[in-house]
T-cell receptor, first 116, second 109 residues
């Protein structure tokens, strides 16, 4: 149980275009989803926290107009990287937390974004 | 500020035991997690400690001392597949995970 999927697993896009990444909880309802970014050989960096039906809370330094997050249902959250630039190339990982007492986060497999 | 410290890299021999330490200073404490992350993959959950003491789960054990702000992950009977980064993360008073930079564990035959 507690499976989280991400789509696509990797994507290459041209500078200036937008890319949407989907995060789905397959067998549980996720009231809270988290979006992380990880550059090579660095730790996870939390970008934003989203709760179903409400606006995402962005971490300091993360541009909310550039990284659009939508958590429209208890099983789906999307991250859209708008007007992507090469410096946005990174490994984007989502995680989901269920509705129970456990605070464990279940991670998706990640999406590797390359902007050319 | 909030801070999680763990060694950058460790090397151990197949079949041996290794202990990865993690010290933390956070605003509040609601538990400490250990995750394993292989290169190019997302983290996978290993353990969760919220009370002091040792939690054993197969070859992996995790220890917590809240008074010392200290935890360790103990890996026994090391296998080559254990080569990975091990991430220590603390849940703060807002139930947000604060992540350490990770410890890259290299297993040699």
């Amino acid at each position: 149980g507690a499976v989280v999927s991400q789509h696509p697993s990797w994507v290459i896009c041209k500078s200036g275009t937008s890319v949407k990444i989907e995060c789905r909880s397959l067998d549980f309802q996720a009231t809270t989803m988290f979006w992380y970014r990880q550059f090579p050989k660095q730790s996870l960096m939390l970008m934003a926290t989203s709760n179903e039906g409400s606006k995402a809370t962005y971490e300091q330094g993360v541009e909310k107009d550039k990284f659009l997050i939508n958590h429209a249902s208890l099983t789906l959250s999307t991250l859209t990287v708008t007007s992507a630039h090469p410096e946005d190339s990174s490994f984007y990982i989502c995680s989901a937390r269920g509705t129970g007492d456990s605070y464990e986060q279940y991670f998706g497999p990640g999406t590797r974004l390359t902007v050319t | 500020g909030q801070n999680i410290d763990q060694p950058t890299e460790m090397t151990a021999t197949e079949g041996a035991i290794v202990q990865i330490n993690c010290t933390y200073q956070t605003s509040g404490f609601n538990g400490l997690f250990w995750y394993q992350q292989h290169a190019g993959e997302a983290p996978t959950f290993l353990s969760y400690n919220v009370l002091d003491g040792l939690e054993e789960k197969g070859r992996f054990s995790s220890f917590l001392s809240r008074s010392k702000g200290y935890s360790y992950l103990l890996l026994k009977e090391l296998q080559m597949k254990d080569s990975a980064s091990y991430l220590c993360a603390v849940m703060d008073s807002n139930y947000q995970l604060i992540w350490g930079a990770g410890t890259k564990l290299i297993i040699k035959p």
